[in-house]
């Protein structure tokens, strides 16, 4: 801890890199974990993974929606130490970016304001028909399949299903910020899910801090290893 606190002290240029396990403890289950939502079996018999994919959302918006709103929406969870921590960081000058896996919009919720989201956010959500955009409350009040209230269209979560690819911009900016980084923060992931993962490789700093409760890849190349719940590690700092 101590060792995390002099690095974290001495950067002006810290990114940090976050996955499932940021969120875990704010109560948000994570997809592959042994809570995780992979874990459950839709009602309708089908495999989450499978509802999540984009041909799936395509055909089938109904059922789609019956999980996405039951199981990806927690409109109760609040931002942990972990999000409060790194925000607390960002507006003293310390972190230049967050870059999270997770579409909850926690770290905003915490006060974040550079943060790239690989993966899309629940908070985003555009008419496939004519683009207008809604936010979050627009998908939880609906009933069933949530509709435009200007041309009917069906409305599309700006997240990135199963068979989508990641925002290029978003990859671009999340890239050069680690490139960039003198910092590397990687917490809550086990680095398993590419191409994400492969992101560390942009990095040629010498700080690399791995703080997750889990092995991971990159064990070996961390300078500072921390095998413990990412939020309570940064909430003692
Ligand atoms: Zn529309």
Request: charged share 20%.
């Amino acid at each position: 801890m101590e060792g995390l606190r002099d690095i974290l002290l001495a950067s002006d240029n810290i990114v940090f890199f976050g996955g499932a396990g940021v969120s875990t403890e704010s109560g948000i289950p994570d997809f592959r974990g042994e809570q995780g939502i992979f874990r459950t079996k839709s009602r309708y018999g089908y495999l989450p993974e499978e509802i999540i994919s984009h041909s799936f959302f395509m055909k089938n918006p109904e059922v789609f929606y019956d999980f996405y709103k039951s199981t990806m929406i927690n409109q109760e969870a609040r931002p942990n130490k972990a999000h409060l921590k790194l925000a607390k960081l960002e507006e003293a000058g310390r972190l230049k970016g967050v870059i999270t896996q997770n579409i909850d919009g926690l770290h905003q919720m915490a006060g974040s304001k550079a943060v790239y989201e690989l993966h899309g956010t629940i908070h985003k959500n555009y008419c496939m028909n004519c683009g207008k955009f809604f936010g979050l409350a627009t998908i939880v009040m609906s009933k069933g399949v949530p509709r435009c209230d200007v041309c009917g269209g069906i409305i599309k979560p700006d997240v990135v299903l199963y068979e989508e690819g990641l925002d290029s911009q978003t990859v671009e900016s999340s890239i050069q910020a680690i490139a960039a980084a003198e910092v590397l923060i990687v917490g809550g992931t086990s680095l398993n899910v590419y191409p994400a993962a492969g992101f560390l490789q942009y990095y040629k700093g010498k700080r690399l801090i791995l703080i997750n409760q889990s092995k991971t890849p990159y064990d070996k190349r961390a300078d500072l290893l921390i095998r413990e719940p990412i939020g309570e590690v940064l909430g003692r700092i």
